[in-house]
């Protein structure tokens, strides 16, 4: 018997009005308990969870045990990103291929151990056959990141040996996954286009000699053209999205799920759906959002007291989604700065001059210097503030032509060779399945039988 539509919503919020009548917890409970919600310690520190090689976030200094803001620094296996990418800059090179070696085998490859490193990418970038129609085609999504863990689960079907869980299957596993994954984005975009968006589809066949910036800006534009300081924008966004921490939300899922010796596919798909939240990787895309709409309500971008007002409106829950923030803006861990959004503020503006966006350019600037000021004097707040990278990123992708539906997926795709390093680092030296404890507030009760109830 099929249930209309109108029964179906009566049926749900009786349902969901019995859960709320017997759940819930009391606030004070949380401190009571000493529980460390969201794994964060009372100061605001993460609860030391594990040991890596991999990555180091740095944003503070302890003294006495009080936090002291100190400028950003993110460092790739002990190398300061901002190294990495100011000897691309000076070599005019590429770089993101170079942070995948140095992320999953820990040294910097010599310039023939990088050659061969991206032959094997270029090569591995096509799905299998089939793959596009059977698992992209038939099944569109609006969502390119429902579509990318889709994927990576569906291609566990598609591995000869997709359970061995050794060092070396792990490691071809991740290298597949690094080389393929963008793909799958840029067919799951234009299969989103043509079902959803009626607009045209188009695919191109990969060029295995590309950098994996060229690969990407060659599959979504319809003329496969593209500058090189595009390509070097895009790869630079790449190096800098590469690797965060074992701590942030979408790492730590992969180290758990690696922790419980289940396969590569299901763990890197389970890190894409961390990804997916707006609380983790739909930030840029929320930022975006925000400016559009202050670009409409501020007629003068140059009149920093009519800037001031509108962020003051936002604070005040007046304006954009009326939740009272400035997106882009704050972290876990940066204090004085974010090194990311340092890094992408100041090569963004070469290519905003080549745009004829240095209006806007400069619009994103005043904003990130009046924010700490209105959040000081409209909310009242000491904490320091800086803006993190999703402020400048969505701004760079738009002047990339990047669709917004590829914010995300654009953050996986980089994210990806992180996440492969942290799986292997805890299948080979974690050795215990990660458990953290809950405590029950629960009491105990007789079972009543359902004719007394």
């Keep these: 018997m099929s249930i209309d539509m109108q029964t179906m919503q009566d049926r749900l919020g009786r349902l969901c009005e019995e859960y709320r009548r017997h759940n819930g917890f009391n606030a004070k409970d949380y401190q009571t308990y000493g529980v460390k919600r969201g794994l964060r310690n009372p100061d605001g520190t993460g609860v030391m969870a594990g040991l890596t090689n991999i990555c180091n976030v740095h944003g503070f200094m302890m003294a006495d045990g009080v936090r002291v803001p100190d400028e950003g620094k993110l460092t790739y296996r002990g190398i300061d ?9 000076s070599e005019n090179r590429f770089g993101y291929e170079e942070v995948c070696w140095l992320l999953l085998f820990g040294s910097l490859p010599k310039e023939e151990q990088l050659s061969q490193f991206k032959d094997t990418l270029g090569s591995l970038r096509d799905l299998p056959d089939g793959f596009v129609e059977d698992m992209i085609m038939k099944s569109p999504s609006k969502d390119i990141m429902n579509k990318l863990g889709r994927s990576v689960l569906a291609l566990y079907s598609f591995d000869d040996n997709p359970d061995d869980t050794s060092l070396e299957n792990i490691m071809r596993q991740s290298i597949q996954l690094i080389a393929s994954l963008p793909t799958i984005m840029t067919s799951a975009y234009q299969v989103k286009r043509r079902a959803f968006d009626k607009e045209s589809m188009f695919f191109h066949p990969t060029d295995e000699t590309l950098s994996t910036s060229e690969s990407i800006l060659r599959a979504l534009r319809p003329d496969r053209m593209f500058t090189d300081t595009e390509a070097k924008l895009l790869d630079l966004c790449m190096i800098l999205h590469a690797e965060h921490g074992g701590g942030n939300n979408s790492t730590f899922a992969a180290r758990v799920l690696s922790s419980s010796g289940t396969d590569t596919y299901a763990t890197l798909s389970a890190a894409i759906g961390s990804l997916k939240g707006p609380r983790h990787g739909g930030a840029n ?144 030296y974690g050795g215990r399945i990660i458990r953290p404890a809950y405590r029950a507030m629960i009491s105990s009760r007789r079972y009543t039988p359902i004719g007394s109830r």
């Design 81 to 89: 990103v901002k190294d990495i990418v100011n000897a691309c800059i």
């Design 285 to 428: 895309l929320r930022v975006r959002k925000m400016m559009e709409e202050l670009k409409q309500e501020v007629q003068d971008w140059s009149d920093e007291d009519e800037i001031y007002r509108y962020l003051s409106a936002i604070v005040r829950k007046e304006k954009n989604d009326h939740s009272g923030l400035i997106y882009g803006f704050g972290h876990a861990i940066y204090t004085l700065s974010d090194p990311r959004a340092v890094i992408l503020k100041q090569t963004a503006e070469k290519l905003a001059q080549e745009k004829n966006m240095m209006k806007e350019y400069d619009l994103y600037k005043t904003v990130e210097k009046l924010t700490p000021i209105v959040l000081a004097e409209v909310k009242g707040s000491d904490k320091v503030i800086c803006a993190n990278v999703d402020f400048y990123s969505g701004f760079v992708y738009d002047m990339l032509g990047i669709s917004s539906d590829l914010f995300t997926p654009m953050f996986a795709v980089s994210r990806i060779a992180g996440w492969c390093a942290h799986r292997i680092e805890e299948v080979t």
